[in-house]
C-alpha cells in the first residue's frame, strides 16, 4: 500500500493550499481517509476525515471553516483544500486510510502516508 501525499509548500499567512493523497495497492473505496499533521515538537494531530463515500466530513475546530477535505473514488486520490492559512497551521502533512472516522479522529489509521511540509509565513 502506498499514499503519495504532494501539494505542500510555502505560503503567506492568508493564503490556500491544495494536498492531493494519491493511494494505490488497496481498494481505496473501501476505507475512510483522514488528513493529520505534526509541527515540530508537538504530537501528530488530527485533522480532517472523510467517510468512504465522501458524504460525511469531519474536522478539527482549529481548521473549521477554513479547510475542506474531499475525495475522487474514481482517481483514488483524496484531497485537502486549505485556504486563509495561519502560520500556526505550519506542520508536516500525513494522510492516512483508517477503519472508520471514530479511529481516524484518535489518530490511528491502518496505513499512513509520507507526509507534505506546510510552512505558512507571517
Known amino acids: 500500500v502506498q499514499l503519495q501525499a504532494s501539494g505542500g509548500g510555502l505560503v503567506q499567512a492568508g493564503g490556500s493550499l491544495r494536498l492531493s493523497c494519491a493511494a494505490s495497492g488497496l481498494t481505496f473505496s473501501n476505507y475512510p481517509m483522514g488528513w493529520f499533521r505534526q509541527a515540530p515538537g508537538k504530537e501528530r494531530e488530527f485533522v480532517a476525515a472523510i467517510t468512504w463515500g465522501g458524504s460525511v466530513s469531519f474536522y478539527a475546530d482549529s481548521v473549521k471553516g477554513r479547510f475542506t477535505i474531499s475525495r475522487d473514488n474514481a482517481k483514488n486520490t483524496v484531497y485537502l483544500q486549505m485556504n486563509s492559512l495561519k502560520p500556526e497551521d505550519t506542520a508536516f502533512y500525513y494522510c492516512?486510510?483508517?477503519?472508520?472516522?471514530?479511529?481516524?479522529?484518535?489518530?490511528?489509521?491502518?496505513?499512513w502516508g509520507q507526509g507534505t511540509q506546510v510552512t505558512v509565513s507571517s
Open positions: 492516512a486510510a483508517g477503519a472508520n472516522i471514530t479511529s481516524l479522529k484518535t489518530v490511528s489509521a491502518f496505513y
